[in-house]
């Protein structure tokens, strides 16, 4: 065979291939293929013809909302349809013949690789596609074999997920923003709970402040009550025998003269006496009591009270060292002893006695009897204002039931403190603690 002549293979191959290059183009003018994509490797060439056999089909992919394509084993689009173009943002001959996987971010390109080598069926990933203007485009891909004879060819399937996912960025945010209006209300509830027992609170106040105003109206139609009764009665004899002695001056012996006059002085006393004790209370219930405490000698202000009183203390005994001085309103002092005293002499028994003693910084006082004693469910409102034990000993004898809370107001306001506690076998102790002279002072 001389140089220029072609071997009888040669000739065979181009003959083949001159008739497969007619026939394409034979197809083509009669619309019998709808592509032909050749590719050229390693010198050979590869062409792919879609007949018209297969346009049913083709139809069907066309109308398809998703992106379709054939590609060979190594990524070469073979067909694409139309939606896949838009999605991509090219013309169809931009597609065939390309590489599929260029569009993929670079990133994600050997994934894609991979997967056509494999081409599971049904498989389907999320991926990112680079449109031609360079938009990144969030996809779901889906590579499967096609199942033709030879197995070169794969259908590539392409849903456009933008939509979606600027669905689920706007249900993320309507799901943020939800969670940040729960947040608020949960706030809201709990201040809303704070305020519920704020009320709760206010409402338990304002029944303390019921129950103290009760008290306080109590107290108000006792003081009226007293009013109304102690201080009438004296006034009234007092009126009444100051209008016998002037009507009738002149008839009267001096002997009645004298017992009317002394009446009068004993009811004016009685009234100057009870005017006192409920100016005293409320001067301590206002915190307007003046006090002046000194040192005093405890002994001396005891004779003295015992000097001083109107009632019978032949009976009363005193146990009490001459050294012991007390820090305390005089005044004050005399009316604890006095108070106290009178109670005894009064509601108690024979013998009375009075016993003072230091303990510690404080001197106490305590002025027992050998009476019936205090009952026992009375004690917690001995000293209250008007508190009056329903007893033997106290039945039909005057009182207005201020001596002890007066007591206890003193006591408190010169930095002591009056209590009671039972004298057995029988009897009553009420006791006052009061600061001892040279100890702290109140």
């Not at 690789?113 to 891909?141: K, M, N, Q, W």
């Amino acid at each position: 065979m001389t140089a220029g002549e072609s071997s009888p293979e040669q000739v065979a191959a181009l003959s083949e291939r001159l008739a497969i290059a007619e026939e394409s183009l034979r197809a083509l003018r009669a619309g019998e293929v709808d592509a032909i994509v050749m590719n050229v490797e390693h010198g050979e060439q590869k062409i792919y013809i879609l007949e018209t056999e297969d346009r049913p089909y083709r139809r069907l992919v066309e109308r398809m909302s998703e992106g379709a394509a054939l590609v060979d084993a190594d990524g070469l689009v073979v067909y694409a349809n139309q939606r896949l173009a838009v999605m991509l943002g090219v013309s169809l001959e931009q597609l065939f013949g390309g590489l599929f996987s260029d569009w993929f971010d670079e990133a994600e390109r050997a994934l894609f690789i991979r997967r056509l080598a494999t081409a599971a069926s049904g498989e389907h990933r999320e991926h990112s596609l680079r449109r031609a203007d360079g938009v990144s485009v969030p996809v779901l891909v889906g590579v499967s074999d096609t199942g033709e004879p030879e197995g070169v060819l794969r259908c590539v399937t392409v849903t456009d997920l933008s939509q979606q996912k600027a669905q689920q960025q706007q249900v993320d945010r309507l799901n943020a923003a939800l969670t940040d209006r729960l947040a608020e209300l949960r706030k809201a509830n709990d201040d809303l709970e704070v305020e519920k027992i704020r009320v709760q609170e206010a409402n338990a106040e304002l029944q303390v402040v019921n129950v103290e105003l009760e008290v306080v109206n109590e107290q108000i139609r006792g003081l009226i009550a007293v009013a109304a009764h102690d201080l009438r009665s004296p006034l009234v004899s007092i009126i009444g025998f100051s209008t016998i002695l002037s009507e009738k001056w002149a008839t009267l012996t001096e002997k009645d003269r004298q017992r009317y006059m002394a009446i009068i002085d004993r009811k004016s006393r009685s009234m100057s006496a009870l005017i006192d004790d409920l100016l005293t209370v409320s001067k301590i219930e206002s915190g307007a009591l003046d006090t002046q405490p000194e040192l005093i000698a405890l002994g001396e202000a005891i004779s003295q009270c015992l000097e001083t009183t109107s009632d019978d203390t032949a009976d009363v005994s005193v146990s009490c060292s001459p050294d012991l001085v007390v820090h305390a309103d005089p005044q004050h002092l005399g009316r604890i002893i006095d108070n106290y005293l009178r109670n005894a002499l009064q509601y108690g028994e024979a013998p009375v006695r009075i016993d003072a003693t230091k303990l510690g910084d404080m001197i106490e006082i305590r002025v027992l009897d050998h009476g019936a004693g205090v009952p026992p469910e009375f004690e917690p409102k001995l000293f209250d204002k008007f508190a009056r034990a329903l007893t033997p000993s106290t039945k039909g004898k005057d009182g207005t039931g201020l001596g002890l809370s007066i007591v206890r107001g003193l006591a408190e306001a010169n930095g002591g403190r009056a209590r009671y506690e039972p004298n057995a076998p029988h009897g009553s102790c009420f006791i006052v603690e009061l600061p001892a002279g040279g100890g702290p002072r109140g």
